[in-house]
């Protein structure tokens, strides 16, 4: 019963990916980052994306905190932000924000304040909607590790 | 989003079309911008025309008028004239009779003339007088005498209206009278009213008077009487009127018979119908009396001349007017060039108009053109955008689908679903590829595409490519083969990617075509190959052309497989030149490349097959995108007909140009040039380092023997062993191979080379089976010496059991080379026959790609810089993956303090763009540092 229960944890697991990719949350980054998760580090992906989450909240609040600064946004801050919320986005494949963080930076390099709130707004967005899903993902696979580590090794399975 | 920016483009496409329709409409013309006052100005026009041909009309009129009057006041003149002069002699000749009746009726008695004489002398005098119709002489007679003379002549005097005249003072009663007249004899001339005023005149002026123009008596016709007074003695010289009329005796009439007369004079002149004449009687000027000519007037009465006459009576005054008889005839001449005229201005006009409206036309044509043009370009940017997007939307999913099946590839799957989960894959990948052929085209058409200029290694680019048709060419028994010149620089500098694609399409192209024969890449210096043709054009037009020789009867071509290719140009002659002067000049190049460094070096590659050729027909849009040689084609091969046009853009981004040469059934060659630059040795010599390192050195200074009948194929598998330091020798058949081997064995000190290694083409084993042997024996002789036994390697395209087999048996014991030849994969066989393999720590199961990475990754410690936690963890698990030792640092001044000497680190791998210190800084300081380590920069490709 429990074999079934991985089952289907994993199917949930692809379609939910599948759908991930569907919509371009996620791109072939993300995969890649799952192929390097071994026997050594068998919670790589979930440690790398931890901390993807707490260096982007981290920005967020610092991208907030310099836009809401009525007097005298810097722009230049914002654009290091951004750029080193780009390459995190990039190196696990979050697509959709880094899309949405493209968009933020060429607002910010024309000063466009207007610009930058919507894309603040769209980047919360995006990032509180990958952040529920990728948790969505790995409560999945700490079920699925569970229920598969709890039972049987993986040949008897097959035997089933 | 990306809707959103589709209809923001859309409205700017829309918006850039209606400012350039405002553009051109203030382009139009004159002519265009007037062009509903045409009609009107035509309208102008031809009522100008038609004014102006009137006005012509008039003047030629005019002038026809002016001459009309001037003829008819000529000839009126003349009529005058002549009826005057005419007058005047009658008149002269009635005054001589007058003067003949006073001499010899009055001077001499008795009288000398009677009625008889009159009658007959003036009957034949009437030549004199052709004005006359007759003429007469009446006697004065006064009452008192009248019973005297009438006793006398035996006759009463009667008036005109013959009757006995009532008595008067006077009478004047005919007494003499010419025979035409000669009923008016006895007739009391006094009682005429006219004739009584005129005998009055007459004796009182003594001159010729003439009557009023009435009807003459006989005739009725109009006429005038013409009175002299005789005298019946000599006047006084100056006489006045009573001694005039006191002398009177008689008068002398003469009956003009002016209608009559002047007609017959008329009809004698010239132009007699043309003109009317009317002779008028104008001594009482409020009354005109004709004398000649219809009373009422007909003709033409707009034109009339006047002319007077004088007939010598200068009481009464005449005048003669004439016309013309019939109105002015219209002036034909004058009426044809008006309407001439008119005609050709009406056709000038007309031709300006259609011009100026064809003019119209066309430019309104042409604006519409513009403006579908203008669309049309519109619509092929949208197009080209949407491709773009429409390939970049469908990437994604696909990247879903891909991603999920590489996941589910990694599942416990049954061997069916493995395979169907496969061919998905495949076919995924095979439409990925696909749309990104298509998205590159778009590119560059959008002219988005931006080539990399990195360094990298030609040969070994093109080393890959083989390796990835070598199956195939191996399946269908083709030659595919590689040869670069040496002059080649090691290291270019370009787009390996874009380099590689262009090659991998012409080469898959002619692979896909190819079912016997060869396929074989050339690249050569630009110039080089160029001055090499043509000396062989030269060569050809001296007519030492040696393009084949007869080999075993049938016609061999000296080309990779014996088989006839397409370019003639590409053939043997010219390939010897290059691999000779390659060969030749080793140190001599290693100069020019160092003094041709840092400037650019144009390639010529050439791909030659003998595959199906391209139809004639074809050829001209063979390089047309989607466009295949012939729509059989893609039934039987299959493919989009997209590389070729991808392929051209990319050799024109990279500064060339692409061409071929193709006949069919014959073959194709492809050749296309490429400039590349060239870089400094110093800056790259890590990078070629590298390159070294990715073919094993340890076979420098080896000697080889290849014995191959086929000179190209020859010299292609010389450059490979080359490329591998191994110096190679070329004899083209076993027997010369087994001689020079013996030379050598016997004369040790004196030979040319001691081979290491033979390599034997299968088609010179075949065809020189029999030397093989002996061969094998000189092995064997001379292993009895101490030499050590040179290699045997057979080099085959394709070979069958039995024929590996055999030639296991015939001596190939140490190994077969399946061609094409790589020189990596030549590498690995000699390290194989030679066992010097290095033992190298082989992972475990990784997949081939990356198990060069593990091998070179393993126990390597390298330092990884990214201030990005993220980023640096996930650098940090990858390079992990292939066994490094990796270290983290924050920034750049952390990987520097790490990297003090000595250090311990293998590579370091680094971001380029950091805060505080990105990887130029880096870089520099490293410089100064001046540590033994290799830096490789991690770049992120943010925007991409």
């Keep these: 019963m429990l074999g079934w229960g991985v089952d289907r944890l994993r199917a949930d697991m692809s379609r939910l990916l599948a759908i991930l990719f569907h919509q371009g949350v996620l791109d072939e980054q993300f995969l890649q980052l799952q192929q390097l998760q071994d026997e050594s580090s068998p919670n790589f992906v979930s440690e790398v994306v931890n901390i993807y989450f707490h260096e982007s909240e981290k920005l967020l609040r610092n991208l907030r905190g310099l836009l809401l600064d009525r007097e005298f946004s810097d722009y230049k801050k914002m654009g290091i932000h951004l750029n080193q919320f780009m390459g995190s986005s990039s190196s696990i494949g979050a697509n959709r924000v880094r899309n949405v963080c493209v968009a933020f930076r060429a607002a910010s390099e024309q000063n466009n304040r207007a610009g930058c709130l919507r894309a603040l707004e769209l980047l919360e967005h995006e990032y509180c909607y990958l952040k529920n899903k990728l948790h969505e993902l790995f409560q999945m696979e700490q079920q699925r590790v569970l229920a598969a580590g709890a039972r049987y090794p993986l040949q008897q399975q097959q035997q089933h | 989003m990306t809707l959103k920016m589709q209809q923001s483009y859309h409205h700017s496409v829309a918006v850039k079309v209606n400012e350039q329709q405002v553009g051109t409409k203030r382009g139009y013309t004159f002519i265009q911008a007037n062009r509903t006052w045409l009609p009107k100005v035509l309208l102008l026009w031809v009522m100008a025309m038609a004014l102006l041909s009137l006005t012509i009309y008039n003047g030629m009129d005019a002038d026809n008028r002016v001459r009309r009057k001037e003829v008819l006041g000529s000839m009126c003149d003349q009529r005058a004239r002549i009826l005057q002069d005419q007058f005047s002699v009658s008149v002269n000749h009635v005054h001589a009779l007058a003067i003949l009746v006073s001499t010899f009726h009055y001077y001499k008695s008795p009288s000398a003339i009677d009625q008889e004489t009159f009658a007959e002398y003036t009957a034949r005098t009437a030549f004199e007088r052709p004005l006359l119709s007759g003429v007469a002489y009446a006697r004065r007679v006064i009452d008192s005498e009248r019973q005297e003379f009438e006793r006398q002549h035996g006759w009463t005097i009667k008036t005109m209206e013959r009757e006995p005249s009532a008595i008067r003072d006077e009478y004047a009663p005919v007494i003499f009278s010419q025979e035409t007249v000669s009923y008016i004899e006895s007739l009391d001339m006094m009682s005429g009213e006219e004739d009584r005023e005129n005998i009055l005149r007459a004796r009182a002026t003594g001159k010729a008077v003439l009557t009023r123009p009435f009807r003459l008596l006989g005739s009725h016709h109009l006429g005038v009487v013409l009175t002299f007074p005789v005298y019946k003695s000599k006047l006084p010289p100056s006489p006045t009127a009573a001694q005039r009329i006191e002398a009177t005796a008689g008068y002398l009439g003469g009956a003009f018979d002016i209608e009559s007369l002047v007609e017959n004079l008329l009809g004698q002149l010239a132009g007699n119908q043309a003109i009317l004449v009317n002779v008028y009687d104008i001594t009482n000027s409020s009354d005109l009396l004709i004398m000649y000519g219809h009373q009422n007037l007909d003709g033409d009465l707009s034109l009339l001349h006047e002319s007077k006459l004088d007939f010598g009576d200068p009481f009464r005054k005449h005048l003669m007017i004439c016309r013309y008889h019939e109105k002015a005839p219209a002036s034909w001449a004058a009426l044809t060039t008006a309407f001439l005229f008119f005609v050709i201005g009406l056709l000038v006009g007309y031709i300006l108009y259609g011009a100026a409206i064809h003019i119209v036309r066309v430019e309104d044509g042409f604006h519409e053109m513009q403006e579908l043009k203008f669309r049309a370009e519109a619509a092929d940017v949208t197009k080209s955008q949407f491709l773009a997007t429409v390939s970049h939307e ?251 046009s991808i392929s051209k853009c990319l050799v024109e981004l990279m500064g060339g140009q692409i061409d071929f040469i193709s006949r069919p059934d014959v073959g194709s060659t492809f050749s296309f040039t490429a400039v590349f630059g060239t870089c400094k040795k110093n800056v790259f010599n890590n990078m070629e380092k590298r390159n070294a390192e990715a073919l094993p050195s340890g076979f420098r200074g080896l000697k080889a023997l290849v014995v191959d009948g086929n000179p190209v194929r020859a010299t292609v598998t010389r450059y490979h062993l080359k490329r591998l330091g191994i110096l190679a020798e070329v004899v083209s058949s076993l027997k010369l191979a087994a001689g020079s081997c013996g030379k050598n064995g016997s004369l040790t000190s004196g030979g040319k080379i001691q081979p290491d290694i033979i390599l034997v083409e299968k088609d010179s084993w075949i065809s020189g089976e029999d030397s093989v042997s002996s061969v094998w024996q000189l092995d064997l002789k001379q292993n009895g010496h101490t030499f050590k036994l040179p290699k045997m390697i057979l080099l085959a395209t394709n070979i069958t059991d039995s024929e590996f087999d055999k030639a296991k048996g015939a001596g190939f014991s140490d190994t077969v080379i399946m061609k094409p030849l790589r020189a990596r994969m030549v590498a690995a066989c000699l390290q194989q026959v030679l066992s010097m393999g290095k033992k190298r720590s082989q992972g475990k199961g990784m997949p081939n790609g990356s198990s060069f990475l593990q091998s070179l990754l393993c126990g390597k410690r390298i330092l990884v810089v990214d201030d990005n936690r993220v980023n640096r963890r996930v650098a940090a698990g990858a390079l992990k993956k292939f066994g490094a030792d990796v270290e983290c640092a924050e920034s750049g001044k952390a990987a520097l303090k790490l990297l003090q000497l000595p250090h311990i680190y293998d590579a370091c791998f680094m971001d380029i763009q950091m805060p505080e210190m990105d990887g130029y800084v880096f870089k520099s300081c490293f410089m100064i540092l001046d540590f033994n380590c290799s830096v490789i920069y991690w770049l992120y490709f943010l925007d991409r």
């Excluded at chain 2, 696909?398 to 495949?426: C, E, F, K």
């Excluded at chain 2, 052929?437 to 959008?446: M, N």
């Excluded at chain 2, 003094?595 to 390639?603: Q, T």
Aim: aromatic content about 6%; proline content about 2%; glycine content about 8%.
């Design chain 2, 394 to 644: 469908i990437r994604t999913p696909m990247n879903g689908i891909l991603g999920m099946l590489a996941l589910l590839l990694d599942t416990d799957l049954s061997s069916t679903q493995r395979d169907y989960a496969q061919t998905a894959q495949v076919c995924g990948k095979a439409l990925i590829a696909l749309i990104n052929e298509v998205l590159d085209r778009e590119k560059i058409e959008a002219g988005k595409l931006e080539l990399e200029a990195v360094p990298f290694d030609i040969r070994s680019i093109l080393d890959d490519v083989l390796s990835l048709f070598s199956e195939k060419s191996r399946n269908k028994g083709i030659e595919l083969a590689v040869f670069v010149s040496d002059k080649v620089p090691e290291i270019v500098v370009g787009d390996p990617g874009r380099f590689r694609q262009i090659i991998t399409n012409l080469v898959g192209n002619s692979v896909k075509f190819t079912d016997r024969g060869h396929i074989f890449i050339k690249v050569h210096l630009y110039e080089n190959a160029k001055a090499m043709t043509d000396t062989k054009v030269n060569t050809c037009l001296n007519g030492g052309s040696n393009e084949s020789v007869l080999t075993s009867g049938s016609q061999k071509f000296k080309t990779l497989s014996g088989c006839e290719t397409a370019d003639d140009q590409n053939s043997w002659d010219v390939f010897r030149h290059f691999s000779d002067e390659d060969f030749r000049s080793d140190a001599s190049i290693n100069v020019t490349t160092n003094n041709e460094a840092s400037e650019d070096v144009g390639l010529m590659v050439c791909v030659e097959d003998t595959g199906i050729g391209i139809p004639l027909k074809a050829q001209g849009r063979v390089f047309m995108p989607f466009v295949q040689a012939d729509s059989s084609t893609s039934r039987h091969y299959g493919g989009t007909g997209i590389g070729l």
